[in-house]
C-alpha cells in the first residue's frame, strides 16, 4: 500500500514538474476575489507579500517573523501589518535562533554543510515559540497561509491541526526540503504530505525548485483541500 502510495506521490512530481509554474496565474485563477487575507510565517523581509500585494489588494496581513529588524522593514511598506516577532512550532517553549548573514536561512537550527558558503552566523537568540493554534485561534478563515520557517515547517503544520481541521486556510503554500540543510531536523517532505492528507489538503502545484550537484533540494508546494 504504502509503495504504491509512494509511487502516486513522484508520478504526481515527476508530472507537475514537467512546466514550470507561473505562480501569479496560479493564484489569479484560484482566487476570484480581490480582498486577500494573508498570513506570512517566516516572513523575512516581506518579498511574498510583495507579490501577492501586486496581484491583489492585501486587506489583512499577518506576519510571523523572530528578527524583529526584519518586520520593522515590512511595517515601513504595509502599516496595517499585524507583527508577532516569535517563532512557530508545534508546541510553546523558549529556543535558540541562529540569525545567519542571508537572513533568508536564519533558523532554529544549526546549518550543516550542504551549503558550506551560508555558514556566516550572525548571532544566536533566545526566542518564544507557539503553534498556530493558540496565536491565530480556530475560529477565523484565511485565504492564504505560506510556511517558510527553515527546517521546522513539519512542526508548524503541526500545531496548527485545528485550522486545519476546519479547513480554515483555502491555499497553503509550504517549503519542501528534498535535502537536510540543518542539523537535527529528521522531518522529510513525505511526512509533510502525508501529514496534510489527513486534513484532505492535496498537492495542487510546486514552484521555485532549486538544486545542487543536480539533484533538486528544495521546492515550494501549494496545497489545498480536495474539491
Do not use: W
Not at 479547513?167 to 522531518?187: A, H, R
Amino acid at each position: 500500500m504504502f509503495i504504491r502510495y509512494y509511487q502516486k506521490i513522484d508520478d504526481a512530481l515527476g508530472y507537475l514538474m514537467a512546466s514550470s509554474l507561473n505562480e501569479k496565474k496560479l493564484l489569479k485563477s484560484f482566487f476570484s476575489k480581490k480582498k486577500i487575507s494573508l498570513i506570512d510565517i517566516g516572513s523575512n523581509e516581506g518579498s511574498y507579500i510583495d507579490l501577492i500585494n501586486s496581484i491583489f489588494f492585501l486587506n489583512e496581513i499577518h506576519c510571523v517573523e523572530p528578527l524583529k529588524k526584519l518586520t520593522d522593514k515590512i511595517k515601513s511598506r504595509y502599516n496595517n501589518a499585524n507583527i508577532y516577532n516569535i517563532a512557530l512550532s508545534n508546541r510553546f517553549s523558549k529556543r535558540s535562533f541562529y540569525e545567519y548573514s542571508i537572513s533568508s536561512t536564519s533558523s532554529l537550527y544549526r546549518q550543516n554543510n550542504l551549503y558550506k558558503s551560508f555558514k556566516n552566523l550572525k548571532s544566536k537568540k533566545i526566542v518564544i515559540t507557539n503553534t498556530f493554534d493558540k496565536v491565530f485561534g480556530d475560529k477565523k478563515k484565511f485565504d492564504i497561509c505560506k510556511i517558510d520557517v527553515q527546517g521546522e515547517d513539519f512542526k508548524v503544520i503541526m500545531g496548527m491541526k485545528n485550522n486545519l481541521r476546519k479547513g480554515n486556510i483555502k491555499l497553503l503554500k509550504v517549503e519542501l526540503s528534498l535535502e537536510k540543510f540543518y542539523e537535527n531536523t529528521n522531518e522529510t517532505f513525505y511526512d509533510i504530505l502525508f501529514y496534510l492528507k489527513k486534513y484532505n489538503y492535496k498537492l495542487i502545484s510546486i514552484s521555485k525548485i532549486k538544486h545542487l550537484n543536480n539533484k533538486i533540494t528544495f521546492m515550494d508546494g501549494y496545497f489545498s483541500m480536495y474539491k
